[in-house]
């Protein structure tokens, strides 16, 4: 089992900045790759990064690319998602999430294990 708890979000002006922090623990083998994604109302569930522990690289969708950034802390128990130059279409709620694949697929169906989400509000 894996539990994962979010913290971070909130409101900004677009162009601002926000950080996510996503705090793991449990079984570290379910855990090979930690990601975050998104929802907007109206919306379906999409990748924004995922990040391969061990080393094994971070994955973008293109939206992001140059603003976000995802890392890991803490022995790799801590993802975080960097968010800059925020736009108004980043307005949405945010999940951690961890699979047991190592893959740079955003595929929600592959993560097993989801945080309690966070909602990111971005202003005009």
């Known amino acids: 089992q894996v539990q994962l708890v979010q913290s971070g979000g909130g409101s900004v002006q677009a162009g601002g900045s926000l950080r996510l922090s996503c705090t793991a623990s449990?079984?570290?083998?379910?855990?090979?790759?930690m990601g975050w994604f998104r929802q907007a109302p109206g919306k379906e569930r999409e990748g924004v990064a995922v990040?391969?522990?061990?080393?094994?690289?971070?994955y973008y969708v293109d939206s992001v690319k140059g603003r976000f950034t995802i890392s890991l802390a803490n022995a790799e128990n801590t993802v975080y998602l960097q968010m800059n130059t925020l736009r108004p279409e980043d307005t949405a709620m945010y999940y951690c999430?961890?699979?047991?694949?190592?893959?740079?697929?955003?595929?929600?169906?592959?993560?097993?294990?989801w945080g309690q989400g966070t909602q990111v509000t971005v202003s005009s």
């Open positions: 990040i391969i522990t061990g080393g094994g690289g971070t």
């Open positions: 449990g079984y570290t083998r379910s855990r090979k790759t």
């Open positions: 999430a961890a699979s047991a694949y190592s893959s740079a697929h955003m595929v929600a169906a592959e993560f097993a294990y």
